[in-house]
């Protein structure tokens, strides 16, 4: 089975922009989340789409939003950016489905604010 | 609320060395899972053990094991005979399941393993 795939793989921003990341989890998953991973916050949860629904969302301002496709895929919109909202954007697919079972992560998407 | 705490920052090791990685836990459920993540110098998270709180039985997974105590909340993870593809950042990680309300990972601070030839 092919992994999680994210496009892109980096991206350049200026302060106001938005962005818009991709996601495509593993065949056969249901369930998409997303995490920011800074230097400084380390791993945080964003949110989590199951079944073009968004079930559970982190700590983070209005600025960060989502959706998913029927075909399960995922996109993550961040607008106005703010240099602190460089990061690397993980996306991880999962069953979705009964237990907390484990998350395939991808590659990433690095986004650099300047 | 729960969180993740991982003392050890940084650890240096000469390869064939076995390295030990602390993770201590918090949450008010019974319920929970407690896993244990890798992420090489690519960035990509590569899952490597799931555990249940109902299960406190340790394993050994080829020179992978782990030491689950619910008493102290930790959940240790151990590589023995370290090889250099071993260096990475490694991080323990917690997920309490609630209706309906998905599947959400806490993730400690991360330790990075350096093994050194």
């Known amino acids: 089975k092919a992994g999680v795939t994210q496009t892109p793989r980096y991206l350049i921003k200026t302060r106001g922009q938005q962005v818009t990341l991709s996601c495509s989890p593993i065949?056969?998953?249901?369930?998409v989340s997303w995490y920011q991973q800074t230097p400084g916050q380390g791993l945080q949860f964003l949110f989590e789409y199951f079944s073009e629904t968004q079930r559970n969302k982190g700590n983070f301002p209005g600025r960060f939003s989502g959706r998913q496709f029927s075909n399960s895929r995922s996109e993550m919109n961040v607008s106005t950016l703010e240099l602190g909202d460089s990061a690397l954007y993980l996306c991880?697919?999962?069953?979705?489905?009964?237990?907390?079972?484990?998350?395939?992560f991808g590659p990433g998407t690095r986004l650099t604010v300047t | 609320a729960q969180k993740v705490t991982q003392a050890q920052t940084e650890i240096s090791v000469v390869e064939k060395e076995d390295v030990t990685l602390d993770c201590v836990y918090e949450t008010r459920d019974t319920t929970y899972y407690l896993f244990w993540y890798k992420q090489p110098p690519s960035g990509e998270l590569v899952f490597l053990i799931r555990r249940n709180s109902f299960d406190e039985q340790n394993e050994i997974s080829g020179r992978y094991s782990w030491n689950f105590q619910k008493s102290t909340s930790s959940f240790n993870f151990t590589i023995t005979a370290s090889q250099v593809v071993d260096s990475a950042v490694y991080f323990c990680a917690l997920s309490v399941p609630v209706k309906a309300a998905g599947n959400k990972l806490t993730f400690g601070g991360g330790t990075r393993v350096l093994v050194k030839p």
């Open positions: 991880a697919s999962s069953l979705g489905t009964g237990a907390p079972y484990e998350q395939y």
């Open positions: 065949s056969g998953h249901r369930s």
